[in-house]
DNA sequence: GCAAAAGTGTTTAATTTACACCCATGC
DNA sequence: GCATGGGTGTAAATTAAACACTTTTGC
């Protein structure tokens, strides 16, 4: 993900090293036709026990009046030695101007590359080639997001009404620009994967919360009921991992108080 | 991954379409600078009970002398209507290109998008973003393998002795170009993940064969030895699936010939 | 006969699933 | 006290792992 870099060699490996330099000085990108690059984002959140996607109303054409995914362009330098900006950066960037998040509130905001999207004709305008990310919001910042200043513009839109295929067929309404449908049916199984994976699941709920408020997320997430027993064993034993730790009081419920517990921030690693 | 349609709609939803049809006849993109795209491959094949990974040789800067994995820029058009050919495509056509394979051949080759690499400065000469592919090829196609129609240009090296980290520190020689070792880092990840997720695993096979050459195969990827017994039985498992049958014949082998089976191919399906 | 690998079976442990039941609280 | 959901335990079923053993061939 870095820079590719080189250790400095021998003498023939640094006469090589200068050979390369001297011929990158004198390097002129030929003037094929390039695409367009742009990162679209799947924002899920889970409100009201309900998986949530944020949809941004197209105002201009093409497939104006329709609801689409935020993204845009990422951004790139013409110079060899300023090229312009990471597709990771350019998804968190994209995320603050569409949510208007702050940046550090967006930092905490998990982000994950699905696939890149890049058929011809995608995009009626242009040779467009995307490259996907999910991100997942937890409900807590909900509040604080004011899509791009114009709340008409943006909302939130129950997923489980978005992605069934009969939902769609039967949902003129909710048609989604460009080829948008494909790319949430793809984040949407990528991020489902994830979650009995990994532990993105935490980055559902606040901060601190009781084992059904997680539950609930992966709930929402699978589309159907877990046994809150069950759960409730395969939680605790990533307490064990050092995952989870628990945090002090307790949650008052509509019938015995909840513990509550915390994430520990871990290491970002993964396969 | 098809192009976005719409329906032809009624009597307002056409004249929205007039509209759009109008507004895209007099777009004109901007100037903004573009990154080039390229596809990279990560092409693995078995053989002689290892996994090896398809590498051509620099010969050009920067990186020259390098080892660096096949690829090359995504064809766009630069007329709207014709904007060129999809990233599936392109790194079909680079794999046939590379490989010397017949159309016929290669259209039998496994192709699946790892991920895109887009980090400023990966490439000194521009910004290039690659959308990394993994390949799985068939052993008894490497004969009809010759890289570009040069020898010398290409080789199979062993993924054991290239991706292990404490190999790479020692191994200078084997310093691969660009960020192609994180390319081939992530690719034999996800193709690790998908081995025992899917039935990959047929694709590096012969049409027909037996369980411990299809267990060599596992062996080969994961890097330890399985269990026959066990291994046997998760196999058979798959023919109730109806995703294997059995072939005629046998096979001689060191002792005890072995039935041999053919893969049913499926719907490509996937989760 | 002997080595070597095919092919089969058994035993044990670990994990998942289903479900029963007790406990603390608000009303 | 009683409905509600928190919290705990258990038994059955399924899956995975370890390993012993029998069979069929080449030499």
Redesign the interface.
């Known amino acids: 993900?870095?820079?590719?870099k080189?250790?400095p060699g021998s003498g023939e490996r640094a006469e090589?090293e200068d050979?390369?330099e001297r011929?990158?000085e004198g390097?002129r990108?030929g003037v094929?036709?390039?695409?367009?690059?742009t990162v679209d984002l799947v924002v899920f959140t889970v409100t009201d026990r309900r998986l949530q996607v944020l949809l941004v109303r197209r105002s201009e054409?093409?497939?104006?009046?329709r609801w689409a995914l935020p993204g845009g362009?990422?951004r790139?330098?013409?110079d060899?030695k300023?090229?312009?900006?990471?597709?990771d950066a350019a998804a968190h960037r994209e995320l603050l101007e569409e949510t208007g998040l702050s940046h550090t509130t967006s930092a905490g905001v998990f982000l994950e590359?699905v696939?890149?999207?890049?058929?011809?004709?995608?995009d009626?305008?242009?040779?467009v080639?995307s490259?996907a990310y999910y991100a997942l919001v937890r409900p807590t910042l909900i509040p604080l997001i004011r899509a791009g200043g114009d709340a008409s513009h943006a909302a939130w839109l129950d997923v489980a009404e978005l992605a069934s295929p009969a939902a769609r067929r039967a949902a003129?309404r909710t048609?989604l620009?460009?080829?948008?449908a494909?790319i949430l049916d793809a984040a949407l199984?990528k991020m489902r994967?994830d979650l009995d994976r990994t532990s993105i699941g935490f980055e559902l709920v606040p901060e601190s919360f009781t084992i059904q408020e997680l539950r609930a997320v992966h709930e929402a997430v699978r589309g159907e009921p877990l046994d809150p027993g069950n759960f409730r064993k395969r939680f605790l034993r990533s307490i064990e991992d050092g995952v989870i730790e628990a945090a002090r009081g307790k949650r008052p419920t509509a019938s015995k108080p909840a513990s509550v517990y915390r994430f520990v921030r871990p290491r970002r690693g993964d396969?």
């Open positions: 993900m870095k820079t590719a080189r250790k090589q050979d390369e011929f990158l390097y990108p094929y036709p390039r695409p367009s690059v054409h093409p497939f104006k009046g362009f990422v790139v330098g013409d060899r300023a090229q312009g900006e990471d597709l590359q696939r890149t999207f890049g058929a011809p004709g995608r009626p305008r242009m040779r080639i490259v003129e048609e620009a460009f080829d948008h494909d199984a994967a396969g």
